[in-house]
């Protein structure tokens, strides 16, 4: 039909249809051009949320353990004996292990880490080369030595075990699955040769023993990742259970031993005049000899009567004396013995602080003084030493730590000397107490340990060049380390990172002294760190609780922070652009932010009178952009500004820092 034929209602009709459609139809092409233009604009602001796990009644949005929340127990009954004519460390253990998840597990996995030089472990053929750590070395090769653990049986409910080994990880297949609630006993006996120095945190130098990573422990089974089995390899440390432990340790008769736990049985091992030493050292501030110079390696002065009758009547026969130890809620235990001891102590809040070292160490004597400083200073400023002694072994272990114990080696320098000691008690807090997972995130326990030993370190040399200026030691190290192209985020598995010292050290120490002092000030963060160690004492938290806990406790958001500091290597430029003359006669600042970091900023303004001001503008300055205009408020001639004048930043460009009319 044509359009002549039409009736005018009908034509109308249609240019009103034709008219509708076109306008769908262009609507529904403008509404997918705004979809698409929304999907490729991302929100880029340094202020956007983190993408966190959403929170749970086991994990809370406050950063705190919810009402639901579980970690799983193991307990440990171990008696082992150490022969070192044959170089080995035979043992049985129990391993008590109760499924406090909501989840039936049909399999567990085990650390085995004896295996660390067996020839098929990833670090054996790795055979990787050492990570130097300023003038430190950590070889965590096995040098050459080849011989892991040897696994004589493994039983559960008296049936062999189905079992496969990975390297230093192996996986036990349950005849049924342990059903929440439920508990299982596991029985293992094993035997293993003592490498050197195995991963550069255990083995021995002669007739000294410093023993750790000694017996197969339970991994992790948690909310975040389900079972925790990162191989051991050597620059991720350790992320292990709580529990209780009951040890007995069997050594030649003329072995001193110390370990994680209380000596149960100290007068079969102990003489009458040691054990009063120990208890007046308990109650004295300054270091009381235990074993004295004079007495190192005389058995008829070190050890019982009894040792000393049974030895004088088998003179060719080597004599054995089993020292026991329990430990309550603790996550480890390590050991140490040798026959040639010396040993100090003395007490802080009814504390034991002890150390035992070789004659050789002649760098030793300030030693105790140091470590109870450190237990001090640390117990006051953030949370009480919770065990009853902290022990320290010298040895060629670099430095390592355990519950109560840390294996320290004789340094040449005085504050090197008292680095390492209070270094390795200050893992007391992080992670044996705050039990974060070193094998992910080293910054939550080597970083924050680092952040408080230099505050710890400041005090003790304080007045001295060195301990008024170690605090800023972070700081200086940034231009040599925070390399564009080279430097790797915090967040970076320990085992890819190429620069440790930095990445797991020194810079979340700087990141957490920048939070302390230029963002949150130190009476609100101090109250916020508090918390967290509190709240996460003997549990195990996460990168996520711990930023919804700051957040929480403080007031204030910090993803931004967090995004610069952590999850980038963002680099901060903050510059003064111009000044400006107002027609009141006063002046507009135009302040820069050329980086990719976002901090607050401070400015040190001089006006044309010649006085003086600083001004500290919170980081919200930034909320809208990179430039910022700061209208000052005195209508006076500004014929100054400097952006950081305290140099108190790391910022990387200082030449625009600076405006002079």
Not at 209 to 236: F, K, S, T
Not at 556 to 580: H, K, N, P
């Amino acid at each position: 039909m044509s359009a002549q034929n039409s009736s005018p209602v009908l034509v109308h009709r249609r240019w009103i249809r034709t008219l509708l459609v076109a306008f769908l139809v262009s609507a529904s092409c403008e509404s997918a051009e705004a979809q698409t233009s929304l999907a490729q604009v991302a929100d880029t602001s340094p202020f956007r949320s983190l993408v966190l796990p959403a929170p749970t009644d086991v994990r809370t949005g406050s950063g705190r353990p919810g009402a639901k929340y579980w970690q799983q127990r193991v307990d440990y009954k171990i008696a082992a004996t150490l022969d070192p004519a044959r170089n080995e460390l035979r043992g049985r253990e129990t391993i008590h292990y109760v499924n406090h998840s909501p989840d039936a597990l049909p399999y567990l996995w085990l650390f085995v880490e004896q295996n660390l030089c067996a020839p098929n472990s990833i670090t054996n053929v790795l055979n990787q080369p050492p990570l130097v750590f300023l003038d430190a070395t950590f070889d965590f090769s096995c040098q050459g030595f080849n011989g892991g653990g040897h696994l004589e049986s493994l039983r559960i409910a008296g049936v062999d075990a189905k079992r496969t080994v990975y390297g230093t990880t192996m996986r036990i297949d349950l005849a049924s699955p342990l059903a929440p609630g439920a508990s299982l006993d596991i029985e293992a006996v094993w035997h293993f040769n003592v490498p050197p120095q195995g991963g550069g945190r255990m083995g021995h130098d002669g007739a000294l023993y410093e023993m750790a990573q000694w017996y197969p422990r339970l991994c992790v089974y948690d909310d975040v990742h389900g079972w925790n089995h990162e191989p051991y390899i050597g620059a991720g440390e350790f992320y292990l259970e709580y529990g209780n432990f009951d040890v007995s340790l069997t050594v030649p008769a003329s072995y001193i031993v110390a370990a994680t736990g209380e000596l149960a049985n100290p007068e079969e091992v102990l003489t009458s005049t040691q054990r009063t030493r120990l208890a007046a050292a308990r109650k004295s501030e300054t270091p009381i000899a235990i074993i004295g110079a004079d007495e190192v390696g005389n058995i008829e002065k070190t050890r019982p009567r009894t040792s000393v009758q049974a030895t004088a009547s088998t003179p060719n026969r080597v004599l054995w004396l089993t020292w026991h130890y329990t430990a309550n809620n603790v996550r480890d235990f390590a050991f140490a013995g040798g026959p040639n001891f010396r040993w100090d102590a003395s007490g802080y809040d009814g504390i034991l602080i002890e150390d035992l070292y070789r004659p050789t160490a002649d760098k030793w004597p300030e030693v105790n003084r140091m470590g109870r400083e450190a237990i001090k200073y640390f117990s006051e400023q953030w949370y009480r030493y919770p065990w009853s002694h902290a022990t320290t072994i010298e040895g060629p272990i670099e430095g390592m730590e355990y519950p109560m114990m840390t294996f320290t080696p004789n340094s040449a320098v005085r504050e090197d000397q008292q680095w390492v000691i209070a270094h390795e008690f200050g893992h007391e807090w992080f992670p044996m107490i705050v039990g974060s997972n070193e094998r992910l995130y080293p910054w939550m326990d080597e970083g924050f340990n680092t952040f408080i030993d230099l505050g710890n370190a400041a005090k003790y040399f304080q007045g001295t060049p060195y301990g008024d200026s170690i605090e800023v030691h972070p700081l200086h190290l940034y231009a040599d380390h925070a390399k564009p192209g080279a430097e790797q985020p915090l967040i970076t598995n320990p085992t890819q990172v190429r620069d440790l010292f930095w990445v797991g050290y020194q810079k979340p120490a700087l990141m957490m002294q920048m939070l302390r002092y230029e963002v949150l000030g130190k009476d609100r963060f101090d109250a916020a760190f508090r918390e967290y160690i509190k709240a996460w004492a003997f549990k195990h938290p996460t990168p996520g609780d711990f930023f919804r806990m700051m957040r929480d406790e403080s007031g204030m958001d910090l993803d931004w922070f967090w995004r610069g500091w952590i999850y980038s290597t963002a680099r901060l430029d903050q510059s003064v652009d111009s000044v400006a003359t107002r027609a009141d006669g006063g002046s507009n600042v135009y302040v820069g932010n050329r980086g990719t970091m976002v901090m607050p900023a401070e400015i040190s303004l001089t006006f044309a009178d010649g006085t003086h001001t600083i001004v500290k503008l919170p980081v919200e300055m930034w909320n809208l952009g990179s430039q910022f205009v700061y209208r000052v408020p005195e209508k006076k001639r500004v014929t100054r500004a400097e952006v950081d004048p305290r140099h108190a930043l790391p910022d990387i460009e200082r030449a625009n820092n600076v405006w002079q009319r």
